[in-house]
């Protein structure tokens, strides 16, 4: 063999072993990099703190058909469960039920969920949802208004339940979001005297109650029905305070990490910095009821004027010091069937007066003056108010003053409560400042379905209303009420002006997206966790 060929072989030799070196090198340095990672990993999984601690003042009883404690009710969103259970944006969504279906007039069968059990182990059945249906019957818990049109239940077999109302009530299903409580669990005792520790189906169980505080532990058996699959929060504590003070304080000094509060001013007891702040609208809806069939009030364009008049900012900010938030709408409190690009039209005091004009209204000696029926109409109104409601009362003088600014004489009857009643019973008012607690169902028979308070009547709206209460498909549903909002703005039979706002602040520490609505503030909190 020639010289150049051996060194030949020895070079590709030794090439050949460069490369597997090399090669092993990296493997080496690849490995080392995962296994520092998997290390690191561990590092920041072993710094999660897996609980999070709550508050409850003027504790009075962790049941939830009993209690008159809105924080408890809130809370209990995580030990019990319902038929049906609202998503952020208030859509039904099943919990317990897996499906529900109106069979005939009045009558609606609901088929539950397999395989649940209660926190003691024993199953769920539909027994217990008759059982709680008749609790809230015969009893006077917060739940009592959502059974009052169910006149009886029967129990078809261990997963069926059929329910028999009494009068056709639309969008029912808003009706059983309350939790549901164990049958077994309460036979041979009295449920509303029993001092026996609440049970659920819930996400969390309660595993202790004491003077100053609650446990609730992760129920490592429950299964979820909407495609959770984990749950980082082992435990909550929720602690016991007598004032809403001691919470701020206990908050403040950093003993809690989320609190519920409506109280506009707590920046004084917390300060300004240092926390996360959702602000989110309440469901106390204040507006202008129009008498409809009132002699000048029916003419459609006195009450867009008056639409176009008041300026619901300026009411905010003057009466309520930027704490309400202006609203419109029944159902601008976050209802998907209200959307953003539902404007309002807006304060604008000329487009007031033009509205007025284009309707045949004359502007002379300093008032609007119009023929209707025959006889010369001074555009002359009453707005009554209810004459204990104070801050109700300031916001009726501001809206006088705006008014009068474009010639329209308003005076202000501050009534007796019940004069203000008789007048919602009899509709025989011309403008009521009025509100109501609006419900989480998005129906909207108080105010445009036959009968309602406005004394307003069109047959194309009552048609969209009662084509709103029979169709089930969602998209048909929004197109319906897209309608139903586009004749409003132009009908205009109310005036919305404000609703109040709610507020979850919580500790920098928390981790976690807050989106809190009216039904509860724990959207997500399978992924929240402590830093």
């Not at 090399?22 to 290390?39: H, L, Q, S, W």
């Not at 929720?238 to 403040?252: D, P, Q, R, T, V």
């Not at 509060?261 to 300060?271: D, K, Q, R, V």
């Not at 005091?349 to 284009?358: I, N, R, S, T, W």
Request: with cysteine; aromatic share 14%.
């Amino acid at each position: 063999m020639k010289v150049s060929s051996i060194f030949k072989y020895i070079f590709i030799i030794f090439a050949i072993g460069i490369i597997i070196y090399a090669g092993y090198r990296i493997y080496k340095n690849k490995d080392g990099k995962v296994t520092a990672n998997i290390e690191n990993n561990a590092v920041v999984e072993e710094n999660i703190i897996k609980d999070i601690r709550l508050s409850l003042t003027n504790y009075d009883t962790m049941n939830p058909l009993i209690t008159n404690n809105r924080e408890i009710i809130n809370i209990s969103t995580l030990i019990f469960e319902p038929l049906f259970t609202l998503t952020q944006d208030y859509q039904l969504q099943p919990c317990l039920a897996r499906e529900c279906s109106k069979t005939g007039d009045n009558i609606y069968v609901i088929k539950t969920v397999n395989n649940v059990n209660w926190h003691d182990g024993t199953p769920f059945t539909a027994k217990d949802i008759q059982f709680t249906i008749d609790l809230l019957k015969n009893g006077n818990s917060v739940y009592k208004y959502n059974v009052a049109q169910i006149e009886s239940t029967e129990v078809v077999d261990a997963t069926t339940i059929k329910i028999k109302l009494y009068n056709n009530i639309p969008f029912f299903e808003y009706n059983l979001i309350f939790p549901i409580m164990s049958s077994n669990y309460y036979y041979g005792e009295d449920f509303f005297s029993s001092t026996k520790t609440p049970i659920g189906t819930g996400r969390y169980k309660i595993t202790n109650i004491s003077t100053n505080n609650i446990t609730l532990s992760k129920n490592e058996k429950w299964k979820s029905t909407t495609g959770i699959e984990e749950i980082k929060i082992e435990n909550i504590k929720i602690n016991l305070y007598s004032s809403m003070g001691e919470a701020y304080n206990s908050f403040k000094i950093g003993n809690l990490d989320i609190l519920n509060t409506s109280n506009p001013n707590f920046y004084e007891y917390i300060g300004t910095i240092g926390f996360n702040k959702t602000d989110y609208p309440g469901r106390q809806f204040d507006f202008l009821s129009f008498n409809c069939a009132d002699t000048i009030l029916q003419d459609k364009a006195v009450r867009q004027a008056i639409s176009y008049a008041v300026d619901k900012s300026n009411i905010v900010s003057s009466v309520y010091s930027n704490q309400n938030i202006v609203a419109e709408y029944p159902l601008d409190y976050g209802n998907f069937l209200y959307t953003d690009n539902n404007a309002s039209s807006g304060y604008n005091a000329e487009q007031a007066k033009k509205v007025l004009e284009d309707s045949g209204w004359e502007y002379s000696n300093n008032r609007w003056k119009k023929k209707i029926d025959g006889r010369n109409q001074t555009l002359r109104l009453k707005i009554a108010v209810d004459s204990s409601n104070q801050a109700r009362v300031a916001v009726a003088e501001l809206i006088e003053k705006q008014l009068e600014e474009i010639g329209i004489d308003i005076t202000v009857e501050k009534v007796s409560n019940s004069k203000y009643n008789s007048y919602i019973d009899n509709k025989d008012y011309q403008i009521l400042l009025t509100g109501v607690y609006t419900s989480y169902s998005p129906d909207l028979t108080y105010y445009f379905a036959p009968g309602n308070i406005e004394n307003y009547s069109n047959e194309k709206m009552f048609e969209l209303m009662n084509n709103a209460s029979i169709v089930k498909d969602i998209k048909q549903i929004k197109e319906i009420y897209n309608q139903i909002f586009d004749l409003y703005k132009d009908e205009v039979p109310f005036v919305g002006l404000y609703r109040n706002k709610n507020t979850t602040i919580s500790t920098q520490s928390l981790i976690g997206t807050i989106t809190p609505n009216n039904y509860t503030s724990f959207y997500g909190i399978e992924e929240w966790y402590r830093k």
